[in-house]
């Protein structure tokens, strides 16, 4: 495990009520209600979830790094995204896991640089890469 030599930002929200709660930020740019999917015995309907949360995070930070490796390498990105998707599901013995696929789109690269714009992304830049090495399965494919 590796942690930063030097903390440049700290992120800070609180949940209550979990699942089926509400969350906020420090600074009130998050603030809504959280709800259970349907696919996991809840209500759903308007509100968020944590899969969601980290669906997103992990995308933008991911986007991020790729962009990142892409202006270290000097390779002129006019447009990318990536999507994320978190699944979650029973894990054995007990308990719940998380599985991850990130689709990243990088128009006009050629194929073989966008895969190592990617594959230096993962490996070297992104913290949630980092924090989920080994711990998570991230399937990250060029679509």
């Known amino acids: 495990m ?3 030599t ?3 930002y700290t992120a800070t929200a609180t949940a209550k009520g979990g699942r089926e709660g ?7 740019v998050l603030d809504f209600d959280l709800k ?3 696919e996991l015995g809840g209500p759903g ?14 995308a933008a ?6 962009r990142y490796v892409a202006r270290e390498k000097k ?9 994320g998707h978190v699944g979650i599901g029973p894990r054995e013995p007990t308990g719940f896991a ?3 696929k990130l689709e990243v789109s990088l128009p006009g690269i050629d194929p073989a640089v966008a895969q190592e714009l990617v594959d230096v992304a993962h490996r070297d830049i992104c913290p949630y890469s980092h924090a989920t090495r080994g711990n998570v399965d991230v399937q990250i494919s060029l679509v």
């Open 22 to 28: 509400h969350i906020h930020s420090s600074d009130g």
């Open 2 to 4: 590796s942690n930063p």
């Open 98 to 100: 998380i599985a991850v």
């Open 61 to 66: 930070c991911f986007e991020g790094a790729v």
């Open 6 to 8: 030097k903390v440049l």
């Open 45 to 58: 309907g308007l509100g968020s979830n944590p899969e969601q949360l980290f669906a997103a995070g992990y």
């Open 36 to 38: 259970v999917p349907k």
């Open 75 to 83: 390779v002129a990105l006019k447009e990318a995204s990536v999507t």
